[in-house]
């Protein structure tokens, strides 16, 4: 409260000022005008501000987060984001930290105080019966390695520490089924219910190749990075076996293991968008191109064992590896009974060992130094929220839900997208490089756009969280194996939508992940509320503010439905060619311009990559322009809002620095530059320049005159 009242007298004080100042100026300029009172005009002024307790902290807020020696016209990220940079001391433990990362830690500290509450948990019992295994390290430490071994025992053991195994007694096939169904683990192939991109209204049986433990060009490729990663490797498999006590013996077994592992890394099917390596086929016509080594009925209806719906050799099924399928069942013609035993348990305890004690999650650190220079070590209360929320995000988010999302926040937040989506579709006749054939069925697309707002009304359901785990056993005491009980939970529920319609409203992460994105195959928005909050969004904010933060990410989310993977699919999420040639010509054309220009911005001494970064620059550019659309759309309706108070800025301003705040952050020099090859958005300063350099009304608003950096004479747009 007493920092309130200061920051309110100094805001006071300074609007004071400028009032007086205000006064001064207009009196001389009235010399010869007809004379208003002094407080006349101070009273109009004062009417004029926002003295709401919501814009004094948002006015303070902003106010930090300037740099005033930075000339706004120049670098208008410095500017707005400079006296953040400064007031925050990036922790030694995050390569990068920014506006994202400090609200996950303000969000995960209420969720450990939310966790410890003796209310919550009368409540939420097998969620934080969950969590509570996961923090009981000194049981954890006595079990040991216990877990893992009985695992293996069950299983059917495992050659590689047990001379006795006799491959007599073991089946592939049977293996191969319980791996993938009862222990969530993916060994030679991958296999998963979900939309068909050519229809995505049916839920349909996905297959595809699965990946090594390692990287896979760790296997195929010498430079010295991944000779590091190959060796790290290796000693990890070593390391392992010998602490699940292993001998010379175990040493040869894995050694036949990572010669196995590294055949199917030379056959995967180097990456490509899924439309590209798409083929839909029979079980039947599978099986003939496969030949026996793998028996796909056998298969399919072992992992879908209990599903409501019969699977028949006329089954048609996605394969998005057939090449890879193929060269496989070679490979497993020519490979004896225990090298495939071996390996297929070597996933599982690839997977599963980090839930152990410290003696195996000190295998694991050891490894990640060894293959990348680099190790964050967590304290256990945020890995086990992070476990929590993986595994029980719903009934988490209801907690988060009653404390941090109330009111009128969903209703406002549908607001601004529907007002973006209707400048989209407005804009749509100004765009000259689209004809009108395709404007058309873009209107349709946007039109047909659903989005997830907040959360979905089933998370304030108690009786329906609870029925989404009532097959999951949970013990307070048993970490490791509820970890492998909610896996195998996971896996059951993701069979059983086999045969339905697929759902396109069906949330695909929890309410509290911090994240926004949109889904080409749904033509679909997601915003959760961990995402609608300070300082995207706050239901008290000036709408300028909200327009410019959270608002400006949502135009970004709307426009990937039309960027270069957007273009590809329609209305519906089906991967179909809706745009004409001549339209797709241009857009290249167009998108060539950015390409060339962010190719020539430089972050922590390399430069970006304009093609990597492609897609996310046209959502930017054409976002904050649809955003502050939307935003004078609204003024149209409603009116000027108050200004706020202490500030030099117009509300229009002001939405441009909202938009800026959201990418204030700063990354290790080390962090910097690998950004720069693996991050497909452009750095954060780039983000911000780079957007509001090709928006003319940027510069109108700021004043900048034309050939001054944020000003440029030639701009580049698509959207």
């Known amino acids: 409260m007493l920092i309130f009242c200061v920051v309110l007298l100094c805001l006071y004080l300074h609007e004071k000022q400028r009032n007086e100042e205000a006064n001064d100026k207009e009196a001389v300029l009235s010399a010869n005008r007809t004379k208003v009172s002094s407080k006349s005009k101070t009273s109009k002024l004062w009417s004029q501000i926002c003295w709401s307790p919501s814009c004094i902290q948002t006015s303070a807020d902003l106010l930090r987060s300037i740099d005033p020696n930075v000339n706004p016209c120049d670098d208008f990220y410095g500017y707005a984001c400079g006296g953040w940079i400064k007031k925050n001391i990036r922790p030694a433990k995050n390569p990068k930290w920014d506006q994202f990362s400090k609200l996950t830690e303000e969000n995960n500290a209420l969720m450990n105080k939310l966790i410890n509450s003796r209310q919550i948990r009368a409540l939420y019992g097998k969620a934080l019966h969950f969590y509570d295994s996961c923090m009981d390290k000194a049981e954890i430490e006595r079990l040991g390695g216990e877990p893992l071994t009985k695992l293996i025992k069950e299983f059917g053991s495992w050659a590689v520490i047990d001379k006795s195994w006799n491959e007599t007694n073991w089946d592939f096939m049977t293996s191969f089924i319980t791996a993938h169904r ?352 300070a300082p995207f969004y706050y239901a008290s904010y000036p709408r300028a503010v909200n327009y410019g933060g959270i608002g400006t990410i949502m135009a970004h989310e709307l426009t990937h439905g039309f960027d270069v993977t957007g273009k590809d699919y329609n209305k519906y999420g089906n991967n179909i060619k809706w745009w004409t040639d001549k339209t797709i010509q241009n857009f290249y054309n167009k998108s060539q311009c950015l390409v060339e220009q962010y190719g020539n911005f430089t972050f922590h001494g390399g430069l970006v990559d304009g093609k990597l970064t492609l897609s996310e620059n046209i959502a930017d550019n054409g976002g904050v322009k649809q955003a502050f659309e939307a935003y004078q759309s609204w003024v149209s309706r409603h009116g000027p809002e108050p200004r706020l108070p202490g500030m030099m800025l117009t509300n229009e301003q002001i939405f441009f620095f909202a938009f800026a705040r959201n990418w204030c952050g700063m990354f290790s020099p080390e962090a910097g530059k690998l950004s720069l090859k693996w991050d497909e958005h452009a750095p954060m300063p780039w983000r911000v320049n780079g957007s509001l350099k090709n928006f003319k009304k940027f510069a109108e608003h700021f004043k900048c005159p034309v050939g001054s950096p944020m000003n440029p004479e030639k701009r580049c747009a698509v959207w």
């Not at 220079?373 to 009653?402: H, I, Q, T």
């Not at 749509?428 to 689209?434: E, R, S, V």
């Open 182 to 533: 009862e222990l969530a683990v993916s060994p030679l192939v991958s296999v998963w219910v979900d939309f068909d991109i050519k229809n995505s209204s049916v839920n349909v049986i996905n297959l595809d190749q699965s990946y090594p433990g390692i990287s896979h060009r760790a296997f195929t490729r010498n430079s010295s990075t991944y000779r590091k990663m190959r060796h790290a490797y290796k000693e990890l498999m070593v390391n392992l076996t010998m602490t699940l006590g292993g001998d010379s013996h175990s040493l040869r077994e894995m050694e036949d293991i990572y010669k196995f592992e590294k055949k199917l890394a030379n056959i995967l099917e180097p990456y490509v968008e899924g439309n590209k390596k798409y083929r839909k086929m029979s079980i039947r016509k599978l099986q003939n191109a496969t030949g026996p080594q793998i028996d796909w009925m056998r298969f399919l209806t072992g992992v879908f064992r209990g599903v409501d719906y019969k699977i028949m050799e006329e089954e048609e099924v996605v394969v998005y590896a057939y090449d890879y399928l193929v060269k496989l069942a070679k490979i497993l013609e020519k490979t004896p009974k225990k090298t495939l035993a071996n390996y297929i348990m070597w996933r599982v305890v690839k997977i599963q060992y980090v839930q152990l004690s410290k003696e195996y999650r000190k295998i694991f650190k050891n490894f990640y130094i060894r293959a990348f220079n680099f190790w964050r070590e967590s304290p256990r209360e945020e890995v086990c929220l992070s476990a929590l929320s993986e595994n029980f995000g719903m009934p988490l988010s209801k907690m988060y839900l009653d404390r941090r999302f109330k009111g009128k926040s969903k209703k406002l937040a549908t607001e601004i997208v529907e007002n973006i989506r209707d400048v989209f579709i407005a804009r749509l006749k100004d765009i000259t490089w689209m004809d009108n054939v395709t404007k058309h069925v873009a209107e349709e697309k946007a039109e047909y756009l659903l989005e997830n707002i907040g959360y979905p009304d089933y998370v304030m359901d108690s009786k329906h969280l609870a029925s989404l785990y009532k097959e999951v056993p949970v013990d307070p005491k048993t970490y490791f194996l509820n970890q492998v009980y909610v896996r195998r939970n996971d896996n059951l529920r993701n069979y059983a939508k086999l045969g339905k319609p697929f759902d396109k409203t069906e949330w695909p992460f929890p309410p509290t992940m911090l994240n926004a994105y949109y889904s080409y195959n749904e033509n679909k928005m997601v915003f959760p509320a961990a995402m609608l909050q």
